[in-house]
């Protein structure tokens, strides 16, 4: 299980999202030509009422924990639960966050330009490129940047998940077939091809680390 290690974090992004609505508010007129505005009013309202999750309670936020449970995220759903807001959220988000790079081409989109300006953010883009996202190299970046925090239970403290216990499986087999194709290969030969495998859905990385301990010998 894991949590964000700074529990206030979305307390700070809701207050964020208060202050941008007070400057919509403030400007707001039933002109046509504020249509927009309205919609993104109601989108910022929608988060801070329905989205933000609470790390002080004694539990971490369920639907939050069961994205870190998927393949794949997307660059939004991965901001959304950097920041502790459930990741459904990400729907609300007009553009897609991993091509913009300038504040200027997401001005006009409220809910695009809180969360482009948001530290998380920052730190992100510097990271990742793609719209997709393997969730299990994200929870590693984040761990490693002391996003999140983790319980006993994680496979930090290498208690591998029944998941994993699959994977391992799967990659046993794969990597078997591939040594009795090519005897020759190396170890990060292996790890590369594994992880362009659509059926394992790991990075090349921790496939390299946590995966290929039988290496060369596969059972």
């Known amino acids: 299980m894991y949590k964000l290690s700074n529990k206030d974090t979305p307390k700070h992004f809701s207050d964020s999202i208060d202050s941008m609505i007070q400057a919509i508010e403030a400007n707001l007129s039933p002109l046509p030509q504020h249509k927009h505005n309205r919609i993104e009013l109601k989108r910022l309202e929608a988060i801070r009422a329905l989205y933000i999750c609470d790390f002080n309670q004694n539990k971490a936020c369920d639907e939050w924990q069961q994205y870190l449970q998927m393949d794949i995220v997307t660059y939004n759903e991965a901001l959304c639960i950097l920041l502790g807001v459930f990741p459904v959220a990400a729907e609300l988000i007009s553009d897609d966050l991993s091509t913009v790079s300038k504040e200027a081409e997401v001005h006009t989109n409220t809910v695009s330009y809180i969360f482009f300006k948001s530290s998380q953010n920052n730190f992100l883009r510097r990271r990742f490129d793609s719209t997709n996202i393997k969730t299990e190299e994200f929870v590693s970046w984040a761990l490693s940047k002391e ?38 290969l190396t170890k990060q030969s292996l790890a590369m091809t594994l992880s362009e495998d659509v059926t394992i859905l790991i990075s090349e990385e921790t496939i390299r680390r946590d995966y290929l301990n039988d290496f060369p010998d596969f059972l």
């Open 147 to 184: 996003f999140f925090s983790s319980g006993s239970n994680t496979k930090l403290k290498k208690k591998k998940t029944i998941k994993a216990v699959e994977q391992q499986k799967l990659i046993n087999k794969t990597a078997k077939k591939l040594m009795e194709e090519t005897p020759a």
